[in-house]
């Protein structure tokens, strides 16, 4: 692809992340704090608020799933928030438990939760650079 061919990219649309039961799926989910956008549950999908943005995160039905972790290394999708170890905290008392205690990370501190089938999400702050961050 030449230069004047190349893509632009403008930014996301969704993070689709493949789930084995809808209703399960939104449950774990509205649980973590998220809130549904929509659901469609004759096509086998919803959508997750991620902030203010229009993107955010789309659960997707695929049958074939199940309840397991996918046998491959789940990708980590991060989402920022204002203080990661107080949504430890939220996760603990919602019955999610992270995966690891908050762990530093270079703007902040972080943690992880992982969904019943394997999917990863990072829940991260700006402590120690906000001005990077949102807010």
């Given at each position: 692809?030449?230069?004047?061919?190349?893509?632009?990219?403008?930014?996301f649309?969704?993070?689709?992340?493949?789930?084995?039961?809808?209703?399960?799926?939104?449950?774990f989910?509205?649980?973590?704090?998220?809130?549904v956008?929509?659901?469609?549950?004759?096509?086998?999908?919803?959508?997750?608020?991620?902030?203010?943005?229009?993107?955010?995160?789309?659960?997707?039905?695929?049958?074939?799933?199940?309840?397991?972790?996918?046998?491959?290394?789940?990708?980590?999708?991060?989402?920022?928030?204002?203080?990661?170890?107080?949504?430890?905290?939220?996760?603990?008392?919602?019955?999610?438990?992270?995966?690891?205690?908050?762990?530093?990370?270079?703007?902040?501190?972080?943690?992880?939760?992982?969904?019943?089938?394997?999917?990863?999400?990072g829940?991260?702050?700006?402590?120690?650079?906000?001005?990077?961050?949102?807010?």
């Amino acid at each position: 692809m030449s230069d004047d061919e190349s893509c632009d990219l403008l930014g996301f649309d969704n993070v689709l992340l493949p789930v084995g039961d809808l209703g399960e799926a939104v449950g774990f989910y509205e649980r973590a704090g998220f809130t549904v956008a929509f659901r469609f549950d004759e096509g086998g999908i919803a959508l997750l608020k991620v902030g203010g943005e229009t993107p955010g995160i789309l659960l997707r039905q695929e049958e074939a799933l199940g309840r397991r972790p996918p046998p491959w290394p789940s990708p980590r999708v991060w989402l920022e928030v204002s203080d990661a170890r107080a949504a430890a905290g939220r996760l603990t008392a919602a019955g999610i438990a992270p995966l690891d205690a908050p762990f530093s990370v270079a703007t902040g501190w972080t943690v992880e939760v992982a969904d019943p089938w394997g999917n990863v999400l990072g829940f991260t702050d700006y402590s120690k650079r906000p001005e990077l961050g949102r807010r």
